[in-house]
């Protein structure tokens, strides 16, 4: 039974315990002492005899309580240490200074097996570099740096455990009973990195639309998530690309994993290559000491977002393939093979079907990564999500210039819905920016967006109120080129009414868009085999 003795703190108090104890024949199995606390292990106290006991303690000069107590302090500081290390995803070692391993969190046993206890085994059974003697001579001071664990790298960091004395025997006073070894891997730095971004919208209920082509887009992003495989993002620029692969990653089972993103498009060949591969110690003039490792392995049980995938050199599709393939790679002048699991999530505005078929891009590699699609649709296409966007920017570019919230104006609102926006969502934010930066007073109208954007004389009514046209020039080429008008009209008919049903999946809902009669529409749809 463990239990804990409150007392004066007088010479002399803890032989009179320890006396009144072993008078009593116990056996005492444990014994640690504090200023003011005195705490025992008797295994052969029973519960029904603590109260004698405590009696006769309590009749000692000083002593003030006694009570039962789960655990001693020493035991409570191990189990508490013990579930720390248990907790750190990454291996932990502490070696004495003669090199033996004192303790492993489990994560440094699993390298070794279950089987074999790393405890009391010497360090250079699983570590061959650095050796202990160079720990040793270092004081366990040991610069940062990349070593080889159990076949796979790690970044190292060493911390001396404790002093030991001079004893006349030539030691040096200052020199550390041993140290402990953290072994940092990759992925674990990548999960760092993603921790510092701000996550706080990075889901799709945050993202701003409730139009149905951008409801039926969601629904459909979210299956997609949900399955473990690579992922093309396809889009206009501008229309919220990284945006949704954020929102992809946090939908999907690697969520608590990393997200690491590259731009293909930023980088040269090299930059490119060393920020997605990384590079071996020595592998050019300028490389950093012990090397770096890239995306892939920052990534490493996550995902890795590449934008503007379709502008990759050649050379380095060829090694993003074998990645795909296999998970291994090399680093920039490395020979070690290093292994990876990475979702690879790819973006771009370019047509990667066609530029493989004229060799722009790899043909085996657009398989590889063209196995789930989502195709975001440009803003024009789903205008009725215009209104909650501006009020979104304004409010919070608002807050960025430190100013009031204008109002929008009816011919503002009008305006914004009837613009193109070539740019998308990106325009439509700096467009915004521009105008309410610029605003002089509380109202922002539609001449104000119209200064911001360039456009000469004053913004009619006609031009703020006219509606999103419903015609495109290919629609009307596709018209043209029939033979006779009915044949013509009818054609333009089935075309307009086949663009438009999806995001309007009713007859009653699409005669609401076009301003006819219900029935009319209904006839329409089933004259042409539309939606049924």
Not at 179 to 198: C, K, N, P, S
Not at 413 to 440: I, M, S, Y
Not at 509 to 530: D, M, Q
């Amino acid at each position: 039974m463990r239990f804990e003795i409150t007392g004066e703190n007088r010479v002399g108090i803890t032989r009179d315990v320890v006396d009144t104890l072993t008078a009593r024949g116990l056996d005492i199995r444990a014994f640690e002492v504090t200023t003011h606390h005195i705490y025992a292990d008797i295994p052969a106290i029973r519960p029904s005899q603590f109260d004698d006991l405590a009696h006769v303690l309590l009749r000692l000069p000083g002593i003030q309580n006694v009570q039962p107590i789960d655990h001693l302090p020493t035991e409570r500081r191990r189990a508490q240490l013990h579930a720390t290390l248990a907790a750190l995803g990454d291996p932990v070692l502490a070696v004495d200074a003669n090199g033996l391993i004192a303790q492993a969190n489990p994560a440094a046993q699993d390298l070794a097996g279950q089987g074999v206890p790393l405890r009391d085994r010497p360090l250079a059974d699983i570590l061959a570099d650095p050796d202990i003697a160079t720990l040793r001579e270092g004081g366990f001071h040991f610069p940062e740096r990349e070593v080889v664990l159990g076949g796979q790298t790690y970044l190292l960091q060493v911390e001396p455990i404790g002093r030991v004395d001079d004893q006349g025997d030539g030691e040096d006073e200052t020199a550390p009973w041993g140290g402990v070894l953290v072994f940092h891997r990759a992925a674990r730095l990548g999960r760092v990195m993603t921790a510092l971004q701000d996550r706080s919208a990075n889901d799709f209920d945050n993202i701003i639309g409730d139009s149905p082509i951008m409801a039926r887009l969601k629904s459909q992003a979210r299956r997609q998530a949900a399955i473990d495989a690579p992922l093309v993002i396809l889009g206009e620029t501008g229309t919220g690309k990284e945006l949704f692969a954020r929102a992809c990653h946090q939908a999907s089972a690697r969520a608590r994993q990393p997200f690491l993103a590259l731009n293909c498009a930023a980088l040269p060949e090299g930059l490119a290559e060393s920020e997605l591969f990384g590079y071996a110690a020595g592998a050019f003039t300028s490389a950093r000491r012990g090397g770096k490792p890239g995306l892939l392995e920052l990534a490493d049980g996550g995902m890795l977002f590449l934008d503007e995938i379709g502008e990759l050199s050649p050379y380095l599709q060829a090694k993003l393939l074998r990645v795909l393939q296999d998970g291994r790679f090399r680093r920039v002048g490395g020979t070690d093979e290093i292994t990876v699991d990475v979702r690879l999530i790819s973006a771009t505005n370019r047509d990667l079907e066609a530029m493989s078929q004229d060799g722009r891009f790899r043909e085996d590699l657009y398989f590889r990564i063209h196995v789930l699609t989502i195709t975001l649709p440009p803003l024009r296409d789903r205008r009725e999500d215009i209104a909650a966007l501006a009020d979104y920017f304004i409010s919070r570019i608002a807050r960025q210039t430190e100013r009031d919230v204008p109002e929008i104006s009816d011919d503002a609102r009008k305006w914004l819905r009837a613009h193109d926006w070539p740019g998308n969502v990106r325009e439509l934010e700096n467009t915004l920016f521009r105008a309410v930066a610029l605003l002089d007073g509380p109202v922002l109208r539609a001449r104000d967006l119209a200064d911001t954007l360039g456009v000469s004389g004053l913004v009619s009514d006609n031009t703020a109120t006219s509606a999103p046209p419903l015609f495109s020039d290919t629609l009307l080429d596709t018209a043209l080129r029939q033979d006779s008008l009915p044949t013509a009209m009818d054609g333009m008919e089935k075309a307009l009414l086949s663009r438009l049903y999806p995001d309007y999946p009713s007859s009653r809902k699409l005669a609401e868009r076009l301003g006819v009669s219900h029935t009319a529409i209904a006839n329409k749809l089933r004259k042409y085999g539309i939606g049924g």
